[in-house]
């Protein structure tokens, strides 16, 4: 009734494989990027902000001043209370003349 050093090691170098490939398998196909910037700096694809770091309160009634005048708009949340409103970069003009600037 000994103790096998050579079985131990077995079992040690087929759970280190079963490790890598695990690891191997379930890694992300894509890198994480995180959450865009904000500003005017920021790569959003085809949003453009036209207000930003608004209170909650102001970027609804933006929003909704703009949805009223046929501006596509949404809203994308900075901070706890910080929000920037965007519009498609068509609409930009559009959307400046119905804010008054």
Known sequence: MGFDLGLMGFVLIIAALMMLLMRWVFKPSRPRTGRPD?????DLGLLTPIRAGVSRSQAISIKNQLS??????SLSRL???????????????????????
Do not use: I, S
Request: some cysteine; glycine content about 14%; overall charge negative.
């Open 68 to 73: 009223e005048n046929g501006v596509r708009c």
């Open 79 to 101: 901070e706890l209370d910080r929000y920037d409103v965007l519009v498609f970069r068509p609409d930009l003009d559009k959307a400046g003349e119905v804010l008054g600037g």
């Open 38 to 42: 904000h500003g005017p700096d920021a």
